[in-house]
T-cell receptor, first 114, second 112 residues
Framework: NAGVTQTPKFRVLKTGQSMTLLCAQD?????MYWYRQDPGMGLRLIHY???????AKGEVPDGYNVSRLKKQNFLLGLESAAPSQTSVYFC?????????????FGPGTRLTVL | DAKTTQPNSMESNEEEPVHLPCNHS???????IHWYRQLPSQGPEYVIH???SNVNNRMASLAIAEDRKSSTLILHRATLRDAAVYYC?????????????FGKGTLLTVNP
């Protein structure tokens, strides 16, 4: 099992450019999440999905869009990148959302917007 | 979400036990106590969770106070690979509690 994988690992964008981050999981999990982590801060939830074809907003959704066309994939898009979106992005998945369900995280994508 | 309080940093020596404390005085009866850790330049990793009773797994033990207002993550023999930020997180047992709320955690340094 590869678990949760993220593509790419690193990316540098110029302000106004667009890009898509890909997250894939092979654990047949229903729930998937995108978080961002800024220096010295904890992770903050951007968007999440409770199943194929569904998406919902998290704490900091502005400037991002997501899609979950296949159960195993969760895409995070930046339509017009801004320097404030420089961050490390983590994808996670879980079998459920109950208090006892653990989340499995990917290795992260380090994004720099110039 | 109920709040947790952890020390900013702790130090340990290799092969010695480590006790990482967490205070959660406003915990509700339906909140699970989760611990995650984040190694340098990696994503968070689940360590252990519990509700009322102490829990053991291959990575660690979780000791929960009788009144549930505090808990302690125990690493029985610290290794250099255990150097990480450790997060204590409360999660309600139900409802639309999708996110994990990460605080600043405890930075554990392990000395050789």
């Amino acid at each position: 099992n590869a678990g949760v994988t993220q593509t790419p690992k690193f990316r540098v964008l110029k302000t106004g450019q667009s890009m898509t981050l890909l997250c894939a999981q092979d654990m047949n999990h229903e729930y998937m999440y995108w978080y961002r982590q800024d220096p010295g801060m904890g992770l903050r939830l951007i968007h999440y999905s409770v199943g194929e074809g569904t998406t919902a907003k998290g704490e900091v959704p502005d400037g991002y869009n997501v899609s979950r066309l296949k159960k195993q994939n969760f895409l995070l898009g930046l339509e017009s990148a801004a320097p404030s979106q420089t961050s490390v992005y983590f994808c996670a998945s879980s079998g459920g959302y109950a208090g006892y369900n653990e989340q499995f995280f990917g290795p992260g994508t380090r994004l720099t917007v110039l | 979400d109920a709040k947790t309080t952890q020390p900013n940093s702790m130090e340990s020596n290799e092969e010695e036990p480590v006790h990482l404390p967490c205070n959660h005085s406003t915990i509700s009866g339906t909140d699970y106590i989760h611990w995650y850790r984040q190694l340098p330049s990696q994503g968070p990793e689940y360590v252990i969770h519990g509700l009322t009773s102490n829990v053991n797994n291959r990575m660690a033990s979780l000791a929960i106070a009788e009144d549930r207002k505090s808990s302690t993550l125990i690493l029985h023999r610290a290794t250099l690979r255990d150097a990480a930020v450790y997060y204590c997180i409360l999660r309600s047992s139900g409802g639309s509690n999708y996110k994990l709320t990460f605080g600043k955690g405890t930075l554990l340094t392990v000395n050789p």
